[in-house]
């Protein structure tokens, strides 16, 4: 089975009294990388290695910093967060810019290559509810 990544931003943040009282630029704004929407499909296969070259720029190399390890789970068909968030293939992080960050959905993207793969894929179940939820 292949897998792939994408990763999806859900939000951003700017905390500007913390601008304010910390940065050396004060009005710095909002993250000028990421947009609300965006989205970032990775592979990693002998032709194309997303991972390895941290998506040739497109990606904010502090924020690949952040979500990496996740992402690079995923590519590798792992279970991003078990037990963790509603669905073991699907991870909610945030970069490290504490003044303003940007929060992201990383989901593994299962890709069967063959009928038995596609039969095992679909007998799985990759949910969690507050009855199994890893709480820390």
């Not at 789970?73 to 293939?89: E, P």
Request: aromatic residues 12%.
């Amino acid at each position: 089975m292949r897998h792939e990544c994408k990763i999806t931003v859900l939000e951003t943040k700017c905390f500007t009294e913390l601008q304010e009282k910390y940065l050396a630029d004060p009005k710095s704004g909002p993250c000028p990388f990421f947009k609300l929407g965006d989205t970032f499909l990775l592979k990693r296969t002998p032709k194309q290695d997303d991972f390895y070259h941290l998506m040739d720029g497109k990606f904010c190399g502090e924020a690949w910093d952040a979500v990496s390890r996740y992402v690079y789970t995923a590519l590798q068909g792992g279970s991003i967060m078990k037990g963790w968030t509603n669905d073991n293939r699907m991870m909610i992080a945030c970069c490290n810019d504490g003044t303003r960050p940007v929060i992201f959905k990383i989901e593994r993207i299962d890709i069967p290559e063959n009928d038995k793969e596609q039969g095992w894929l679909a007998k799985q179940n990759f949910r969690n509810t507050a009855k199994n939820a890893y709480t820390g």
